[in-house]
């Protein structure tokens, strides 16, 4: 192997590549710049200089000089698509991180950049260097040598792929890749509108190819093939000779490799510190230079009417509307800024705080403790702030009884109804205070819920809070404990001293956030799902939270058991009908054996690393054709996932005081106000296998005098649909109760309601699920195994019977363009940048979540709203039932049998009327009991 390396770089190849792959989790700084296409090539660009060590480097882009190809053929890429504004946008700031690095940028008009980097591939191949030609194009498979080759970055956590002409031959099915650019011209490349010969795909190209090896070659026997291929090929003579003339790369564009001035060289540091910081790269920044760079704030734009007069509207927000950066001043910190921090470790001056703070009605608030799980940690410390600049710290001795002793002080201040506190994530100090026998009876106003309900998609880690909207970098805990690890302390070892300075700045930057958010919060227009909400849903998460729920461990350890037995039966069947044993967690040597022994499919797709796909989505095609092999794979996969998964791992999430499993809610991660889970991740249990089912009877009631109630909502999305489109036949089928694919059936279907089939039903059921969120005839042939041509139909019949459901759909498209937004029916607004793109794929995408997010988003308030309204009804009655558990549109409750028929009534009655919906459509909650939760469901 030679010991020069010379990289060159697509850049628009890589460029669009990193964009798309951000697109459904686009990163965007605080003034609304995407930076999905700078974040993406910036890493493969120092992924390649820190892994792959080269020597010499270039980047090459196309310029927007027409090239011989657009004069040759005027649709020569004429069907591309618009490029999206903000991959536009982003060149400048690609091109000036590559000059950062200084690493020269070739381009040469009236060329492609495929055709400059072949030109010097080939140069410098001559010259003894290995080279690599760094792109995700196929086409460049026709530049391979012995050492030449494409480097094909990994896509979305996928590996690196290198292809030599070896694997450039068998990815094609081809004998040599001078036929890569006959396969092309027969198939053309529907990318660049290549045309090819119409009707001829690769396979079929490929097999062609193999017995008549060149383009000239088939075309001259063209008479000789027989059938519809010959008369294709004949027809698309002029066509195949054009397509392969337009996909040969230029080997001889007059550039010149130049071996200094491609040798990879230091970078320009202070260059590259501006653009990071510009684009707000803080890790990249960190992980590259080892420097910490400033991000900068936004400014509020204010949009003025025609007769130049500011008008208010919720685009004045910075989420919204694009502003200027501020000058990117230094942050500061405790050092830079005036501070009062007391430390308040005796009788007096606990009394003074004391007397204080019950002089004010809103007070900030946070903990200090040893653990970040709530439920196992001990309290270490508490802070208070009531102005901004000024902060006490309380700490917590260790000794139990000396700890109660100064908790019991604090108790009628946190019992005092009329006090509005105030926290960041709240929830885990409420449940602190909880284990150590402190209610707090005020209202709570939680900064993570107003930065969450201002920017649905944002990051809320308070450190990150304070430097972008405060200018201000509060101390790091890892100053104080350490990094996470073995070493790592905990805040009871710190110094008091230290820890006065921490907890207190903490409370004081909390409360300065609070008096941030709050306006941003009015400007939108978002206080009432804040305040009716988020912010009431925290103490009734932080009890179902400090309950938790019991789980039945001998089931589990014998259901583990049972797998393990099962699991072995089908994987011994496997080899039994493999006629091998091999790893059969191995997706490589499951392939090999599939597809190179059994040879159950002779098209079957490989990955991108060449291995054959053996994903589920394969096995399933496979098992409807009725493999046996493939259905005894399946229940393999399944068995060892569920064993693993959940069978043995939630055991070890039970708490060592309770004997109960706590799993922890995330209220502000969802941007369509979900609630999530994690320890255990409760959305996840499996409902859809009679295997999967089983794991929910190991969540049992706490005692026997105790039964599980599972109530949850009947087709709450689809009521929510009927009721905001307006649409009046589906509105007419829920009033009257109809069972409403079958309803859905008889009008699309033009039958009678006891004329529909259970057939009918099924695919009336896949429509209404499916056409609110996107899918069209494709995707519904697909899911149903029907033709397209019957899919269209399908849904063409039942836009035509439900008008109102394609009218509300147009018209929350039509809505997010003018607004910026789309919301929920309780004002949760959810911001869409690209709804106006040029780009079909990027807007299309943003349509999408324009018709989705209002619904999702109100059966999301719907049962936060109902959850709010039955914890304070049972409160009131200090009933012996609990609210234990939520997930997706189910309530779980462990009641007290003597109980069980007062209880039902207030959960039903309160979930159907939590939130009523237009048009009176009816909201039907539906109730079931049992000892464990599979019984309940």
Request: glycine share 6%; aromatic share 8%; charged share 25%.
């Amino acid at each position: 192997m030679s010991d020069k390396k010379l990289y060159l770089l697509d850049a628009y190849a890589l460029i669009f590549r990193a964009y798309y792959a951000l697109i459904r989790n686009p990163r965007v700084t605080s003034t609304g710049r995407n930076t999905n296409a700078q974040f993406g090539f910036t890493n493969t660009l120092l992924e390649l200089l820190n892994k792959k060590k080269p020597t010499h480097l270039a980047v090459c882009f196309d310029t927007a000089e027409p090239t011989e190809r657009h004069v040759e053929f005027d649709a020569y890429k004429a069907n591309r698509q618009e490029t999206p504004e903000d991959l536009s946008a982003a060149v400048p700031d690609i091109r000036k991180i590559i000059e950062a690095l200084n690493i020269p940028i070739l381009e040469k008009h009236g060329y492609e950049a495929d055709d400059v980097i072949g030109t010097l591939a080939w140069q410098a191949s001559d010259l003894g260097y290995e080279v690599y030609m760094v792109t995700p194009d196929k086409d460049y498979g026709q530049l391979v040598r012995d050492n030449v080759f494409i480097y094909k970055p990994g896509y979305q956590g996928g590996d690196v792929e290198i292809l030599g002409p070896k694997e450039v031959c068998e990815k094609w099915d081809i004998e040599a890749v001078d036929q890569v650019v006959d396969i092309l011209g027969l198939m053309g490349d529907a990318v660049d509108n290549i045309p090819g010969i119409k009707g001829v795909g690769e396979k079929t190209a490929a097999k062609l190819l193999k017995e008549y090896k060149t383009l000239e070659s088939i075309l001259e026997n063209a008479d000789s093939i027989k059938g519809s291929l010959g008369e294709k090929v004949r027809n698309g003579r002029e066509s195949a000779v054009l397509s392969k003339r337009l996909a040969r790369i230029i080997t001889n564009v007059p550039v010149e490799f130049h071996e200094e001035d491609f040798k990879v060289k230091e970078v320009n540091k202070d260059a590259l510190i501006q653009i990071f910081t510009d684009l707000e790269f803080k890790t990249m920044a960190q992980r590259v230079l080892g420097v910490t760079v400033n991000v900068p704030v936004k400014n509020k734009a204010v949009q003025q009417d025609l007769f130049g007069e500011p008008v208010a509207t919720a685009q004045d927000e910075e989420q919204v509307t694009v502003g200027e950066i501020t000058e990117a001043a230094p942050l500061k910190t405790i050092s830079d800024v005036q501070h009062q921090y007391h430390l308040v470790d005796n009788a007096e001056a606990i009394d003074n705080l004391l007397a204080l703070l019950h002089k004010h009605n809103s007070i900030c608030f946070d903990t200090e403790t040893d653990n970040i799980d709530a439920n196992l940690a001990t309290l270490v410390g508490m802070s208070f702030a009531v102005t901004p600049h000024e902060a006490y710290y309380v700490p917590i001795p260790e000794d139990a009884d000396a700890a109660n002793e100064i908790l019991q002080k604090f108790s009628s201040l946190f019992a005092n109804p009329q006090v509005r506190w105030i926290g960041q994530n709240l929830k885990y100090d409420l449940l602190i205070l909880k284990w150590n026998n402190i209610q707090v009876a005020g209202t709570i106003h939680d900064t993570m819920l107003a930065h969450y309900v201002i920017e649905p998609e944002g990051r809320r880690n308070m450190d990150l809070l304070s430097e972008q909207y405060l200018r201000y970098k509060p101390i790091s805990i890892t100053e104080l404990i350490g990094k996470k690890g073995k070493t790592q302390s905990t805040m009871r070892q710190v110094p008091v001293e230290e820890a006065k300075d921490y907890a207190a700045e903490d409370a004081d930057i909390t409360l300065q956030l609070h008096n941030t958010f709050m306006p941003m919060v009015q400007a939108n227009k978002v206080e009432k799902v804040l305040e009716q909400v988020e912010n009431p849903l925290v103490k009734v998460l932080t009890n179902m939270e400090f309950e938790g729920i019991r789980i039945d461990e001998e089931f589990l350890n014998d259901y583990s058991k049972e797998l393990e037995r099962d699991a072995r039966n089908a994987e011994e069947t496997v080899y039994r009908l493999a006629g091998v044993r091999f790893n059969l967690a191995s997706p490589k040597q499951l392939g090999e054996v599939l597809f190179e022994k059994l040879k159950l499919d002779p098209n079957a797709k490989k990955t991108k690393t060449g291995q054959y796909q053996t994903g589920e989505d394969v096995l399933l095609k496979l098992a409807a054709k009725g493999y046996e092999i493939v259905d005894s794979i399946l229940t393999f996969r399944e068995l060892t996932k569920l064993k693993s998964t959940y069978v043995d791992a939630l055991p070890q999430l039970i708490n060592p005081k309770t004997g109960r499993v706590h799993t922890s809610y995330a209220q502000a991660v969802a941007v369509t106000g979900r609630l999530s889970s994690n320890n255990p991740n409760l959305q996840n249990i499996p409902v859809r296998t009679d295997r999967g089912k089983e794991i929910r009877k190991a969540f049992i009631p706490r005692t026997t005098d105790h039964v599980l109630l599972s109530v949850d909502y009947s087709q709450i999305e689809l009521r929510i649909v009927a009721a905001i489109s307006g649409d009046e036949n589906m509105c007419e089928a829920f009033r009257s109760g109809k069972d409403i694919h079958q309803a859905t059936a008889a009008k699309v279907y033009g039958v009678a309601m006891e004329d529909v089939t259970k057939e009918m039903r099924y695919k009336a059921k896949s429509v209404n699920f499916g056409i609110i969120y996107g899918q069209g005839a494709f995707g519904l042939a697909e899911n149903l195994g029907i033709s397209r041509t019957e899919a269209k139909e399908i849904i063409d019949n039942y836009k035509r019977e439900f008008p109102g459901i394609q009218q509300y759909m147009n018209n929350m498209i039509t809505f997010a363009q003018e607004k910026g937004y789309v919301e929920t029916l309780m004002g949760r607004k959810r911001w869409l940048s690209d709804i106006n793109s040029k780009n079909f794929t990027v807007r299309g995408f943003a349509e999408r979540n324009a018709i989705n997010s209002p619904i999702q988003g109100t059966a999301a308030d719907m049962i936060k709203l109902a959850m709010i309204k039955i914890h304070n009804e049972l409160a009131q009655h200090n009933f012996n039932s609990r609210m234990i558990l939520q997930v997706h549109d189910e309530l779980l409750f462990d009641v007290h049998k003597p109980e069980l028929d007062t209880i039902k009534e207030i959960v039903v009655r309160n979930m159907e009327t939590a939130f009523l919906l237009p048009n009176g459509v009816p909201v039907v909650a539906e109730a079931g009991t049992g000892n464990n939760w599979l019984q309940a469901h």
